[in-house]
Structures are given as C-alpha cells and as structure tokens.
C-alpha cells in the first residue's frame, strides 16, 4: 500500500501530526510526502507534487481548505484530518490522539469504505476552471455595490437577481459559503445544486436546489466592469463584460475516506445544524417517544 501526506505547515499541530502519522505507519506501507507548498520536515521520503501523485489514500492535515486543494488536483481518496478550528469537511479530529492513531491504524489495515460526492464543473468565460468540491462564487466587480446577474437553465432565461454575488454550491460546499448566505445544509448523499444569492435586494427567497441535470449559466450585468468567478475559495477567474459562468454536474467525483460515521452526525457540536444541540443528552431508543399499545 502506497500513503500519501500532505498537511498546511501553518495549522497548529500540523507538522507535529504529519510526523506522528510517519511514525504510525512505519514500515506497514510506503510512504510519500504529497506536497503544493514545502512542509518543514527532515526526512529522506521522497516529495511528490499532488499533479503527479500515484497513492492508494492521502492523508490531508490541516482545514478544510487543506482538503480541497487535491481534490483539484488527483482523484486519490484523501483522509481529511482535521488540525484547523471547524473542519466540516474532516473525518479525524487530530487534536484527539486516540482518534488520529485509531484512524491512521485503520487506513494501514484497510478498515474504511470511499465514500464518492458530486463535484462541479466550471468555465468561467468560456475557459475550464478546475473542478469545484465546494462551490463557485460568481462576484460583483465592484467592491461593496451591487451586480444585476441573469440566471440561466439549460438555455432558457428564468431570471435577473439583482446581489452582491451567486454562489453555485454542490452538497458538500452546502455546509460552506453556501450556508453563511443563509443556503439550506443538504446532505452529501443527496444529488443536486444550490443555487444562492450573496445578499440580494427585495429576495424573500435567497436559495434554489435544483437537480443535477441542469447546467446553470450565470451571466454578470456589470457593464464595463468586470466579475470575478472563485472557485472552492481558492482559484479565481476574472469575467469579462459580456462573459459568463457555466457550471454542471461533473462527470469526476470526489474522494473520500471514511469510517462509518453520518454526515449530518459529524456536523454536531459545529454550531451549524438549524436546531439546539443538547450533546450531553444521551439518546434513547428509536421508539423512546412512542406510547405502549392500549
């Protein structure tokens, strides 16, 4: 078996879990370092860039942004561990040490399932951008004003919103951006796009979920000015006037590693669920509620 680390060498912890993982899989499998930037490490394992990694898993250390950049980048299933503040997207809490030894020694084993979601593909005037995990956020190009954008479905004009910007927002990226512009949480096994307005004018609706059939084209009014399309946070595309984003369900998936656990049951204790949480609680049976039979 062939592992692959890679981690964000600013997260606390980090470097520390990245060599704590190196020692966890000793001999028990080959090891390389999966990197986009340089991590601070002595050690004579050889260095691959993520574009030409060829693994079994990878190990991603770091948040959530630490997780999406190979997604970009290689189809190898990835191991999200989480060394950042939230890490929706995470699998193992690495400041829990019994957690991140138990799932290192599971990866080793083979003790997980891959779990695939829906990405996006993206042009942005015309041009592919990489695949989207999260989202595509079409902006106004003027700080702090206002674009008028014409939302567009398979061809056909369904209307003009008048915004700060539209997010273009996959099941995963729903707990994202998407969230923050008051979109709906949808869970990852659900196939479908969401389609939110960044703060709209005179919009009692912000959020459409549309199914992944579609290809949404979104074409910026700005006149002279230019948009800007950005992708997962990290890739940016200037449009120009006139240009427009396309986005559609992607014939390429992401990867990811896991052991079990729900979605929407790793989301607890996040603050990012629409209800009260009450973890000390202890849950009763499926039927706790149910009266007894007369």
């Known amino acids: 078996m062939k592992i692959a680390i890679t981690a964000n060498?600013?997260?606390?912890?980090?470097?520390?879990?990245?060599?704590?993982?190196?020692?966890?899989?000793?001999?028990?499998?080959?090891v390389v370092l999966?990197?986009?930037?340089?991590?601070?490490?002595?050690?004579?394992?050889?260095?691959?860039?993520?574009?030409?990694?060829?693994?079994?898993?990878?190990?991603?250390?770091?948040?959530?942004g630490t997780y999406l950049?190979?997604?970009?980048?290689?189809?190898?299933?990835?191991l999200a561990v989480n060394a950042g503040t939230v890490g929706v997207l995470a699998e193992v809490n690495g400041r829990n040490p019994t957690e991140f030894e138990t799932a290192i020694g599971r990866l080793?084993?083979?003790?997980?399932?891959?779990?695939?979601?829906?990405?996006?593909?993206?042009?942005?005037?015309?041009?592919?951008?990489?695949?989207?995990?999260?989202?595509?956020?079409?902006?106004?190009?003027?700080p702090a004003k206002m674009g008028r954008f014409d939302i567009i479905l398979d061809g056909r004009h369904i209307g003009r919103l008048q915004a700060d910007g539209v997010i273009?927002?996959?099941?995963?990226?729903?707990?994202?951006?998407?969230?923050?512009?008051?979109?709906?949480?949808?869970?990852?096994?659900?196939?479908?796009?969401v389609i939110v307005a960044i703060a709209p004018f005179r919009a009692v609706a912000r959020a459409l979920v549309?199914?992944?059939?579609?290809?949404?084209?979104?074409?910026?009014?700005?006149?002279?000015?230019?948009?800007?399309?950005?992708?997962?946070?990290?890739?940016?595309?200037?449009?120009?006037?006139?240009?427009s984003v396309l986005a559609y369900r992607s014939p390429r998936r992401a990867r990811f590693i896991r052991f079990g656990a729900a979605n929407l049951s790793r989301l607890r204790g996040k603050g990012i669920l629409p209800w009260a949480e009450a973890p000390e609680e202890k849950e009763g049976p499926d039927d706790a509620d149910v009266p007894p039979p007369a």
């Not at 912890?13 to 966890?24: S, W």
């Not at 969230?179 to 949480?185: H, N, Q, V």
């Open 34 to 64: 999966a990197e986009g930037a340089s991590l601070p490490i002595e050690t004579p394992l050889p260095r691959t860039p993520l574009a030409e990694l060829t693994a079994d898993a990878i190990v991603a250390i770091g948040g959530d």
């Open 69 to 78: 950049s190979p997604l970009q980048r290689t189809n190898v299933p990835r």
């Open 108 to 142: 080793v084993r083979g003790y997980y399932f891959v779990e695939e979601r829906m990405k996006l593909a993206v042009q942005a005037a015309g041009v592919a951008m990489p695949d989207a995990t999260n989202e595509v956020v079409i902006h106004s190009g003027r």
């Open 9 to 30: 060498a600013e997260k606390p912890n980090a470097v520390d879990l990245v060599r704590r993982a190196i020692d966890l899989i000793g001999d028990r499998a080959e």
């Open 168 to 193: 273009i927002a996959t099941p995963t990226g729903s707990t994202g951006y998407s969230l923050s512009a008051l979109g709906p949480i949808v869970e990852t096994g659900v196939e479908g796009i």
């Open 210 to 243: 549309v199914e992944p059939l579609h290809t949404i084209t979104i074409r910026p009014q700005s006149g002279k000015i230019h948009s800007l399309a950005v992708l997962d946070g990290q890739v940016e595309s200037r449009v120009a006037p006139g240009g």
